[in-house]
C-alpha cells in the first residue's frame, strides 16, 4: 500500500510567502514552448504522432494542417515540444527531434528496443528523458541525441531498472520518477548522474505515467490499487 497522505512537499517543491506551492514540474505531456525560437510558427501549434508513423502540426484554433512528417514507427505517448523542438519516440526504438515550424529532422537516437512513452525534456539541464522496454531509462542531450551518463569507457544509454519501463518520466525538483512492468518506482537524481536515490516497490505491474498532485505522488497499478507518496519537508525520500 502507499504511504498516508500528508501536506509535506514533494522533493523540489518549495512553499511561497504566502504558503502556496511552487512545483518545478516537466513532464511528457508539456506543449508550452519558446515561440522566440521556434522560426515561422506564429499561432499556437498542436503535435500529434500517429499509428500509421506519422507527425502532425495543427493550427490550434482552427485544426488545420501546418505541416507533417513522417516518424520511424509507431509514435509512443505524445509528442513533447521544448525549445522549438519537437520530440517523438516511437514503438521501433527511434527518438526523432524536429524543428517545431517545419518538421525538418533535427536529429535521431536509436535503441534496439521500442520506447514506451513520451520524452522528458529539461532544456536548461540540456537533457532528454525516454523510457523504454529493454528496461533503461534513457538520457541523451537535446540538442543532437547522444548520450549523457558517464561510463567507464563508454558514454552509458541511460539508467538501467528491473523491467521494461511504464509510462513517461517525471520531473520534480532535481528528482526524476520513474516507473516500470515488475512494479517499481524509482527517483533518479538529476543532479548526480541520475543514480539511484529511491525506490518504492507494488505488488504488481505500475501501468502508466506517475502523476504529481499537491505535495503528492501518486502511481497506480494493475492489482487496482492507487498509491499515494508523500515527503517530509527537508527529505528527498518518501
Known amino acids: 500500500t502507499g504511504a498516508d497522505v500528508d501536506s509535506d512537499p514533494a522533493p523540489g517543491a518549495n512553499a511561497d510567502d504566502d504558503g502556496d506551492l ?18 515561422d510558427v506564429r499561432q499556437p501549434t498542436v503535435f500529434v504522432g500517429t499509428e ?26 505524445g509528442p513533447t515540444v521544448a525549445d522549438g523542438l519537437v520530440y517523438v519516440p516511437d514503438r521501433d526504438g527511434t527518438l526523432l527531434a524536429m524543428g517545431a515550424d517545419s518538421g525538418q529532422s533535427w536529429f535521431s537516437y536509436d535503441i534496439r528496443d521500442g520506447f514506451v512513452g513520451s520524452a522528458t525534456v529539461l532544456p536548461d539541464e ?36 528491473d523491467g521494461p519501463l511504464r509510462g513517461s518520466p517525471v520531473v520534480v525538483g532535481d528528482v526524476v520518477c520513474v516507473a516500470d512492468a515488475t512494479g517499481s518506482l524509482y527517483g533518479l537524481d538529476v543532479a548526480d548522474d541520475c543514480t539511484h536515490l529511491w525506490h518504492f516497490g507494488t505488488d504488481a505491474a505500475i501501468t502508466g505515467t506517475p502523476a504529481v498532485g499537491d505535495r503528492q505522488l501518486f502511481v497506480g497499478n494493475e492489482d487496482g490499487r492507487l498509491h499515494c507518496l508523500t515527503w517530509d519537508p527537508d527529505d528527498r525520500r518518501p
Request: glycine residues 12%.
Open 126 to 161: 540540456d537533457t532528454t528523458f525516454v523510457g523504454a522496454d529493454d528496461g533503461y531509462l534513457h538520457v541523451t542531450d537535446t540538442s543532437f541525441g547522444r548520450r549523457k551518463l558517464r561510463g567507464w569507457l563508454f558514454a552509458k544509454k541511460g539508467v538501467q531498472l
Open 22 to 39: 511552487d512545483l518545478d514540474l516537466e513532464t511528457g505531456f508539456d506543449t508550452d514552448f519558446d515561440h522566440d525560437t521556434a522560426g
Open 52 to 77: 500509421d508513423e506519422t507527425v502532425l502540426a495543427l493550427e490550434a484554433a482552427t485544426g488545420e494542417e501546418e505541416w507533417t512528417a513522417p516518424a520511424d514507427g509507431v509514435v509512443a505517448g
